[in-house]
């Protein structure tokens, strides 16, 4: 072995472990921890010693910041002394929020196993919008997910893009490329959002082996898919990749394009105590034959 081939050898580290990564994220609240920065977008900084010493994985000497501060840190911003201080600090905890960076002019949202195209009303529970897609005055469509929650204690809700008010969660992952963005509480409330794209009609449908990405009429290549997870703690809702679930029933492999509205879960029967107040129920479009009305009290 070489001398150069020795010394590359010597600074390989491993990739840091996702259980040091949260132990990271949580000890700062889930935001950057530098005075009045917040940054939910966190990347991993070793200090203690920094890796050009050793490369080492220990959380006691590394700390999540966003990529700003991080290079700062890099450059030598901040004393070891201070960086420790800060892994202490949730000053920001309350304040946590962040934007979906992705605008687009067309969407294929994908969500609990089903497709949809043009179609704003994505998903709605017991009247509340709980996922939909809206444009705004530039033209671009904005993403909105109201949490419906049995726990009074505040979820992330987004409103456009903008989400805020992440309440306290088990763990909030968003790394800095703004392509995910992952929440956990303990009560088992649960998002996951992902944005890819989708090049060809073959790519599509080899991903997600639905005919109607084949389709002659499905003309819309390249598309950004965003992909949307959620689970309703102590509820049998679940909006996951393979369908969508409730009780013991399920459907998905449905494909909308151009509905006024996609699911409607209504008559749950389950007492919401969704934030924010002004996630207020929205009025069903009854007279649309699209949608889909499940009424899962029979
Ligand atoms: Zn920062």
């Known amino acids: 072995m070489t001398a150069l081939a020795y010394k590359e050898c010597s600074m390989k580290r491993e990739s840091i472990p996702p259980q040091v990564k949260l132990t990271l994220r949580a000890e700062v609240g889930f935001g950057c921890p530098v005075g009045g920065c917040g940054n939910p977008y966190l990347e991993y900084h070793h200090f203690d010693p920094p890796i050009s010493v050793r490369a080492h994985n220990e959380p006691q000497g590394m700390i999540a910041l966003c990529a700003q501060h991080h290079k700062k840190a890099d450059g030598g911003a901040f004393t070891n002394e201070q960086l420790h201080a800060l892994k202490a600090d949730k000053a920001h905890a309350e304040s946590v929020k962040g934007s979906l960076d992705w605008l687009r002019y067309e969407l294929l949202a994908v ?9 704003p009303r994505v998903i709605v529970i017991d009247d509340v919008e ?12 904005r993403l909105s997910v109201n949490f419906l929650s049995l726990e009074p204690a505040d979820r992330i809700t987004i409103d456009r893009n903008s989400w805020r008010g992440i309440g306290n969660p088990i763990d909030l992952r968003c790394p800095p490329q703004g392509k995910e963005l992952e929440v956990k509480y303990d009560n088992g409330d649960y998002l996951y959002l992902r944005f890819f794209e989708l090049n060809s009609a073959e790519e599509a449908f080899k991903k997600y082996n639905h005919p109607a990405f084949l389709s002659e009429e ?7 898919a965003l992909e949307v997870n959620l689970r309703i703690g102590g509820t049998t809702i679940e909006l996951s990749p393979k369908g969508t679930t409730y009780g013991n029933g399920g459907f998905s492999g449905g494909f909308f394009s151009c509905c006024g509205g996609g ?23 009854v007279d649309d034959r699209r949608v889909i009305h499940v009424d899962f009290r029979k």
């Open 218 to 224: 499905f003309v819309h290549y390249p598309i950004t």
């Open 111 to 119: 969500v609990g196993g089903n497709y949809y195209h043009e179609t």
């Open 263 to 285: 699911i409607n879960l209504s008559g749950t029967g389950l007492v919401w105590q969704q934030n924010p107040p002004d996630a207020a129920p929205v009025k069903p479009i």
């Open 130 to 141: 709980v996922v939909s897609l809206k444009r705004d005055d530039e033209g671009y469509l």
